[in-house]
């Protein structure tokens, strides 16, 4: 504006005097003289003139502005006192006003009076101010005028109202309301107060929002009350206005009550109000909250906010790809970007409200915390929980308890969280560092959810950030991985991972951090050394680019550095570092689309990849540990990486030739030594000449490095090369067959031969000569048995997959070798427990801890258990010995013998000595996921040819007994360690955390998701296993006529399916256990999963929801425990059927089917074993019993039969007998029951709320007899103790006796205070009878202190409090009912549980106290018939008896 005015140069140079002939006298042109004359106000005699010139202003016409020859404040004081000291004071003040009008009568007069005035050239470089106010500003800061020219303006603004804006962009009515903004004073408020709103009133709508807007800026604070309620009473007048009026609202000091009027008509038009408007919206409602109202206004906020909706993902997907490559500028007329601005600014008016009000951010945390875990969470409520995180330090412990809870209970998911990233992400990168700290703190946590949700936090935060928060996510999780801390390395790792999939390019700008990892390898797993070598070597060699050179060169030096060592466990990280690097170097990057050929691999990469193995060979073949983990690493990497063609090619030929050089041998050419054993080809399955077999060279392998040394002997063909340990023959040949199979596509013809061929060994079974051996020969033998073990298992893990009938067979065969080698084995073991047989693979976490080894043991083992160790999951911390994983089997809930040694000793009735090889499992190969394709097996028909090739017979072979529990064991052991939560099988302290997943290294690779789906591929098989299990003891129990012990039953086949009923019920409750189905990405597998229950009820249907799914499931798996053959068994059916309920959303209607099972199950007379009482461990009949009180419709009607009908039957009962209602309750379980009694009724009136005046009678009459009943219970349970007084049962009764006593004065009590006078009898009835039970509970407090039992005097002070308590409350209960001369004192005598009398008082006391005691009782009666309120006061005189005498006694 000001540049439109200065039109010539020469204007800027001129210098104004009063004198208009000093202007005349410059050279200027005949035109520009009568523009100056133009421009300048002619002289004449009006007062205003004058003044203003007198004064130091100076006025112009045109487009001149008005000029100020002296200072603002020197002007207005100059005019001010001309005005006071004028002669005609106050008449000169109306002339003055007059003059003003008559002088801006002309508009464009006005405008330049209504713009700022123009400061002369030497005045503005005196003052260093290049701004003036306007003529009419000038003139209201003199409150003489002020009150005229205020009324002048709103008489002139009228004109203006509904004209169009001028050509110089200037709107008059704007310009003339800006006069009166931020005035030093303001003469006349109310009356100023009273024109603007008449102003507002008659203004177009575009006027009024500016009106409106500007009245804080005009008004002072002594006028707000008076605008503000007529702004509240404009607003429900006109709605168009609530955005202006809010905002002007917000910044007035008004009445609380009129804002929450105000608040709550804007609540209701919340969700149809404009995305631009919400911002001055939530301002508003945020800045009307008080403390009283805050959590109640946040949480209707919180629902009718939905901003996930407000940015249509399209739009954000490309205004995301626009702001990454041209960061957030944009054009204002973007309709994308201004949606995405009135998010941003809403987040903004939210920041500054929860940062300085913390009633807002305590209410809006309380508000999420409080949502029902039903009700679905926004992307909005995480969002405010990272905002108030990152503002308010002092609620970050606080907002990470509710964040904990919230992630436990399933509330936020991935799914959540990936929407708050997507849809928020510009709002959350403003608090990317409190991001980056919560993902810190959730990373320490035990809870496998809580740490998921950690990582997720750091992926998107690397996804959706700019590069500036990457490598700052980079750097945090670097730091995690040097740590130290287990957990924090695995999680760390495996985002690193994701992250190289995610985004490689930008993971390769941050390499230089991963890479200086490496300086801490020797604090990490081999797992983990697996994780980051494949990490640095995708970002190394993925692209051969020369940025990544010295990653290359780094992790050369550390692998050949690593390999040189002569300590293992270097060697160890050296081999996994190499054998992963040539992994990713030799990867077939060829697309599907190009041709087949072998320049796949450039002769260089070849070259590097071939002389890197061999190198690693070379440094290995010395040790046999080290090979053995060389040949598992490298087989692993075949099987995980699809390989160039060429290198696997020249891999394939290398190890064929040398496995068959160092463990093939021919037939004909059996080795002839000075073996101790004779050697034999056994386990053949094929009859071949002695001419044209082949055989596994084992037992001479064995005994050359065992015998051969010691005696210094050696055979000719011995002498001829150097032998291979046999430690290396199952990890190579499974090397072997990996290269084969990924060569011909599966075909393992190439090698089939290995399947059918004999193993050199001796004669295994021990026989009489078991006792005579030596420790020598016992090690050897137990070595032999473990090395032929393993090798079968292999042979198993290779023709699995094979699928012609004869192979089929042969696999069969196979593991029926493999359950006889076990039992074999538990005969040597039970003679020999200390001896130490060969580890199977050597990946360890700790390399120098090995099982207990006896004290004569082969030169072999001594090395090995110097320098190996046994198999585990990576990323477990150090492997226990035997005796720890002893106990830890022992601790387990699954007593029914899995092992054939044990079944053997209970079948064969004879007194063989074995033992479980559960404790020895570590030391087995692994079995595959795909050998458990054997569950598909029926009857398979193996043809036996003769030499000709003609079918010479044929033989059935079928999946038997022992071979499927052998199969389920395995299976249930991988489902137990990979799908079960891990928060329900959390290692105790100080236990090995890698005790849980010995042997399972290869599972450990697999994601949960692809283990949990191939479980459901063998469903159909388990079901049909489950079918026939069932239909065997259905027919089982009709035969015996439903006996369980029945003559004709055979132990060891009932036996064997037993455990097998138990291990497929355990498999599918590990299935369906799995947190993984509640993730959407998992949702088809469990569809899929519950399909296959639904469809062997009824044909397939399509289109089935998921709770019809969920039914007909429950309806298949309850029809099987009418077969239930074992407590455990039924105990895993029942915790089937329950986390089958929990998926489903109306899980009430099969509530009743779970707590009638238990039922049914508790009822049920179970099988004894042979030397336990019971077959019923206690703590899962403690599960079983919460479980049905749990789930039943009344617990307290439950209680009740139990402790009123079970119990009486077992205490009339014989000694060894038990109840005949609840067969399970017996005197060895009385405990089990009445502690879970206990616990279920203490829990069950902790539920109940407490009574208020405010409920109707029929509630007051409702709980009133809930808890006549749950007293009636608690009083039957407490006198059992009178017949069991066992130290267990005296401590229960302590414990929760205490507990129902608290919720009694908590809950109950303030029932009877508004209870008292209507029903009076009940409450008398109440009493009384919890009076009885108070007595009984003090009697055991002076039998607790006379047998001085430290773990049961330690509930007496507790207790004893408690009882205080109820006296004193139910004193206050009298006094509250007008009735406190009804409480009166007394004493009661100590007692025991016999009720004799305990001497610590004096006889005159004791009489006393008994004489008071027995009138008590009778008194309160009397005084209750006749006014109501006696037995009130003889509970409370009681009460307080026994707590005086407890003083007393002590």
């Known amino acids: 504006m000001v540049s439109k005015r200065r039109l010539s140069k020469s204007e800027d140079k001129e210098s104004l005097t009063e004198d208009a002939s000093n202007t005349r006298k410059q050279p200027l042109s005949k035109k520009t003289k009568k523009f100056h004359v133009y421009n300048e106000v002619e002289e004449n005699d009006s007062a205003f003139a004058k003044l203003l010139k007198t004064s130091g202003i100076i006025l112009k016409r045109g487009e001149r502005q008005n000029q100020l020859a002296v200072d603002q404040t020197v002007f207005q004081k100059k005019l001010f006192q001309t005005l006071r000291k004028h002669p005609s004071y106050p008449k000169i003040i109306e002339e003055f006003v007059s003059g003003l009008e008559s002088y801006i009568e002309d508009q464009d007069i006005f405008r330049n009076c209504l713009l700022s005035c123009e400061r002369l050239q030497d005045e503005e470089a005196s003052t ?91 008004l002072g604070d002594s006028q707000h009350a008076d605008v503000g309620k007529e702004l509240s009473d404009l607003l429900t007048e006109n709605t168009s206005l609530t955005v202006p009026i809010l905002d002007v609202l917000s910044s007035l000091r008004l009445d609380p009550q009129l804002l929450s009027k105000v608040r709550q008509l804007v609540m209701g038009k919340l969700s149809s109000v404009k995305l631009e408007d919400l911002p001055v919206i939530i301002k508003f409602i ?36 626009r702001l990454k490559n041209k960061g957030r500028t944009s054009s204002s007329g973007n309709q994308e970007n201004s949606g995405e601005d009135c998010v941003f600014l809403l987040f903004d008016v939210i920041k500054s409200a929860v940062r300085y009000e913390k009633a807002i951010s305590e209410a809006w945390i309380k508000a999420i915390e409080r949502t029902a ?95 500036y928060c990457q490598q700052e996510v980079i750097g945090a999780l670097v730091t995690h991985i040097c740590s130290g801390n287990e957990a924090e390395v695995d999680t760390a790792l495996d985002v690193l ?16 951090y991963v890479k200086g990892i490496l300086d801490y390898l020797d604090k990490m797993s081999p797992r983990q050394i697996r994780k980051l070598f494949y990490i640095l070597s995708t970002l190394a060699f993925s692209k051969q680019n020369e940025g990544s050179s010295h990653i290359q060169d780094d992790m050369h030096l550390v692998v050949r550095k690593q390999l040189s060592s002569t300590i293992f466990k270097y060697k160890v990280i050296g081999i996994i570092g190499a054998v992963t690097m040539a992994g990713i170097m030799a990867l077939d990057r060829r697309s599907s689309s190009l041709s087949q050929g072998k320049a796949d691999l450039s002769n260089e990469q070849y070259t590097q990849v071939t002389s890197l193995l061999q190198l690693v060979h070379s440094c290995s073949k010395q040790s046999p540990q080290a090979s053995v983990l060389y040949y598992d690493e490298f087989a692993n990497m075949i099987q995980g990486a699809k390989l160039a063609p060429k290198a696997l090619e020249w891999v394939g030929q290398t190890i064929f030739n040398d496995f068959q050089d160092a463990f093939v041998v021919d037939l004909c050419a059996v080795p002839k030594g000075d073996h101790p054993f004779p050697v034999k080809a056994l386990y053949g399955l094929e009859e071949y000449n002695s001419h044209d077999g082949i055989a596994i060279n084992l037992l001479p392998l064995l005994f050359s490095q ?35 199979e990924r060569q011909h596509n599966g075909n393992l013809e190439e090698i089939d031969g290995l399947l059918d061929c004999p193993v050199l060994l001796t004669d295994l079974e021990p026989g009489e000569r078991l006792e005579s051996m030596s420790d020598k020969e016992h090690s050897f033998m137990c070595s032999l048995i473990y090395l032929t073990l393993n090798w079968f298992r292999e042979v198993v893990n290779a023709f699995c997959r094979q699928t012609s009938p004869e192979m089929k067979g042969k696999v069969l065969t196979r593991l029926k070798h493999i359950v006889e080698l076990q039992r074999i084995l538990e005969k040597y073991l039970a003679v020999a427990p200390d001896c130490s047989p060969p580890l199977s693979t050597f990946d360890l976490e700790t390399l120098d801890v090995t099982p207990q080894t006896s004290t004569v043991v082969s030169a072999k083992m001594k090395k090995q258990g110097a320098t190996g160790g046994r198999k585990q999951k990576a990323g477990g911390s150090k492997t226990p010995s035997h005796d720890m994983l002893s106990k830890e089997d022992a601790s387990e809930c699954d007593p029914t013998p899995s092992n054939r040694g044990h079944l053997g000793k209970e079948f064969k009735g004879k007194e063989e000595k074995t033992v479980s090889l559960q404790n020895y499992q570590f030391l087995f190969r692994e079995l595959d996921m795909e050998v458990f394709s054997i569950l598909h097996c029926g009857l398979v028909t193996k043809f036996i040819l003769d030499t000709e090739m003609h079918t010479e017979a044929t033989e059935v072979v079928q999946l038997q007994p022992p071979e499927l529990l052998f199969l389920l064991e395995d299976l249930s052991h991988k489902v137990k360690n990979v799908l079960t939560p891990s928060v329900a099988r959390r290692i105790p302290f100080l236990k090995s955390k890698g005790s849980q997943n010995i042997g399972l290294s290869h599972l450990q690779q697999r994601s949960g998701q692809e283990i949990a789906h191939c479980i459901v591929q063998l469903l159909t098989p388990m079901c049909n296993h489950l079918e026939n299990i069932h239909n065997y003891f259905q027919c089982l129990a009709a035969e015996n006529n439903s006996i369980v012990d029945g003559p004709g039953m055979q132990v060891q086949e009932y036996q064997i399916m037993s455990s097998c009923y138990q291990k497929l019920l355990q498999i599918f409750h590990g299935l369906f256990a799995w947190r993984g189905f509640f993730q959407p990405q998992n949702q088809n597998l469990l569809y899929a999963a519950l399909e296959v229950f639904t469809n062997r009820l009824k044909p397939r249907e399509p289109d089935q929801s998921l709770e019809e799914l969920l039914s007909q499931s429950f309806h298949y798996l309850q029809n099987f425990h009418h077969s239930i053959p074992t407590f455990q068994s039924a105990i895993y059916l029942i915790r089937l059927l329950m986390v089958i309920l929990e998926k489903s959303t109306a899980p009430t209607q099969n509530r009743g089917k779970i707590a009638s099972l238990a039922r049914h199950f508790l009822c049920r007379v179970w099988p004894s074993g042979e030397k336990e009482k019971s077959s019923i461990p206690n703590d899962q009949l403690h599960v079983l019993l919460s479980i049905y009180l749990e789930h039943t419709d009344s617990v307290l009607k439950a209680i009740e039969e139990i402790a009123g009908v079970g119990v009486p039957e077992l205490i009339n009962s014989s000694k060894d007998a038990s109840s005949s209602t609840f067969p399970t309750l017996t005197r060895h379980t009385f405990v089990i029951f009445f502690r879970v009694m206990m616990a279920e009724l203490e829990k069950t ?49 302590l414990k929760y006796g205490r507990l129902f006593v608290e919720v009694f004065l908590k809950q109950c009590m303030p029932l009877l205070d508004f209870s008292f006078r209507k029903h009076r009898g009940d409450v008398l009835s109440l009493l009384e009878t919890f009076q009885l039970n108070t007595r009984l509970l003090h009697h055991l407090c002076g039998h607790s202190k006379i047998h001085q039992d430290m773990k049961l005097t330690k509930h007496v002070p507790l207790l004893k409090k408690s009882l205080e308590l109820l006296v004193c409350r139910v004193k206050a209960m009298l006094i509250f009912n007008n009735c406190r001369e009804a409480f009166w004192l007394g004493n009661l005598k100590n007692r025991d549980l016999q009720g004799e009398e305990i001497i610590s008082q004096n006889s005159q006391e004791s009489i006393a106290d008994e004489s008071e005691d027995d009138t008590s009782s009778q008194a309160s009666e009397n005084k209750a018939m006749e006014r109501g309120e006696e037995d009130e006061a003889s509970d409370g005189e009681k009460e307080e008896d026994s707590d005086e005498s407890d003083d007393d006694s002590d």
């Open 1245 to 1293: 009136v902790k539920g109940l709320q407490a009574g208020t005046a405010a409920d109707s009678e029929q509630v007051h009459e409702e709980k009133l007899l809930y808890w006549n009943m749950a007293v009636r219970d608690f009083s039957i349970l407490i006198n059992l103790i009178k017949v069991f007084d066992s130290r267990p049962v005296l401590h229960v009764c």
């Open 373 to 467: 875990p039903e009700s679905e969470h926004k992307t909005f409520d995480l969002v405010m929980l990272l905002i108030i995180y990152s503002t308010n330090t002092q609620t970050k412990k606080y907002i990470e308890r509710v964040l904990r809870n919230k992630i436990r209970s399933g509330c936020f998911q991935e799914q959540l969280l990936h929407g708050t990233f997507y849809i928020h992400y510009l709002v959350l990168k403003d608090v990317f560092p409190s991001i980056i700290s919560l993902a810190q703190n959730l990373l320490h946590s035990l809870d496998q959810s809580i740490i998921l949700f950690g990582s997720l936090l750091y992926k998107y935060a690397f996804k959706f950030f700019d590069t």
């Open 706 to 740: 065992d015998f051969a040394g010691d005696e210094g002997s050696m055979t000719s063909q011995e002498s001829d090369h150097k032998l291979v340990s046999p430690l290396c023959l199952a990890p190579y040949f499974r090397l072997l067959r990996l290269c084969v």
């Open 497 to 512: 991972l994701e992250l190289v999939v995610l985004n490689l390019s930008a993971m390769r700008l941050n390499a230089v």
């Open 128 to 218: 260093g101010k290049s701004y003036s106010k306007s003529l009419i500003k000038l003139l209201l800061g003199i409150d003489i005028l002020q009150p005229a020219i205020i009324k002048t303006l709103f008489e002139k603004l009228p004109e203006f109202l509904f004209e169009s804006v001028n050509n110089d962009g200037l709107n008059m009515p704007r310009l003339i309301i800006s006069q009166l903004k931020w005035l030093d004073r303001v003469v006349d408020g109310k009356d100023l107060t009273t024109k603007i709103m008449q102003l507002i009133s008659i203004a177009p709508v575009y006027l009024q929002h500016d009106f409106i807007t500007s009245l804080p800026e005009i």
């Open 286 to 321: 945020l800045h009307s909250v008080t403390t009283t109202d805050a959590l109640e206004v946040i949480s209707e906020l919180r629902e009718m906010l939905d901003l996930q909706h407000c940015i249509l993902p399209s739009r954000l997907q490309a205004s995301q790809s």
